[in-house]
């Protein structure tokens, strides 16, 4: 499966007043087994704009997709992901990110990198410069290190805010001091953590106003959809594409409009 240029190309952002983008997390996990290549072809078939995915290094030194650290929760496999090869993992319905890259050329991606590796980070900046897919990709990951080493080894890829970088964004938010210059290029959040709300009319105002999109995830409840995308967030990330796209583009709102 291979997606048109022209369908995809320019919506890696969200136009002013347009629909946000919807992205696939991990392909539309509730639609079909998670960071598969069966997930990431219906995911784009039921018209999400890209694609949302998770990513370790195997064994072997190969970047390979997968969410968790072992193979037990969504394969036939147990262990350790890092402890087998690209070659072993492929039985497992594992996918290379070499691979994906290659078929999937214009669609655009969030790259969640999964621990605190900076070779990790590196190998992935590797592989996307090698696909020409640097422009197309936004990687995320919770740990500052890897996005550092990410951001200070390609300078043109975009990337989310860590944990920290994220915490100092929503406590800016609340007494109103501007974000200023950020080393990340957009925020990729939930809506909350644990008990902490991030998104909110508010904290989506204060991003914009520096220029930051808003991406949220993981937004599986239609009535949530429809309240973010009211709002204005720039991004819905879901398991449930199906839902997701045809909310996201019944809406046209301008970020003035945001209560």
Not at 207 to 217: C, G, I
């Amino acid at each position: 499966m291979r997606t048109s240029a022209a369908k995809r190309a320019t919506r890696t952002e969200r136009g002013e007043g347009g629909p946000p983008l919807v992205y696939a997390h991990r392909g539309g996990a509730a639609l079909r087994p998670e960071n598969t290549i069966a997930a990431f072809d219906h995911g784009l078939a039921c018209g999400a704009d890209g694609l949302e995915f998770d990513v370790h290094l195997a064994r072997d030194g190969v970047v390979v997709i997968h969410h968790d650290e072992t193979l037990d929760r969504t394969t036939t496999g147990r262990g350790r992901v890092a402890d087998r090869t690209a070659a072993e993992l492929e039985a497992f319905d594992v996918p290379a990110l070499a691979d994906v890259l290659g078929r999937y050329p214009d669609v655009p991606l969030i790259i969640e990198l999964k621990g605190d590796s900076s070779e990790l980070a590196r190998r992935v900046v590797d592989l996307l410069r090698a696909a020409h897919a640097v422009e197309r990709t936004a990687l995320g990951c919770f740990y500052y290190g890897p996005l550092n080493t990410a951001r200070a080894y390609e300078p043109a890829l975009r990337t989310g805010a860590s944990r920290e970088e994220t915490r100092w964004a929503l406590y800016r938010s609340w007494i109103g001091w501007p974000l200023g210059a950020t080393a990340y290029h957009e925020l990729q959040v939930p809506e909350r953590s644990g008990l902490t709300k991030i998104v909110s009319p508010r904290f989506i105002r204060h991003a914009h106003k520096s220029r930051l999109p808003v991406k949220v995830w993981t937004v599986n409840d239609p009535d949530d959809m429809r309240r973010l995308v009211a709002w204005g967030v720039d991004a819905l990330i879901t398991d449930r594409p199906d839902l997701a796209v045809p909310i996201a583009r019944a809406f046209r709102v301008t970020r003035s409009a945001v209560p």
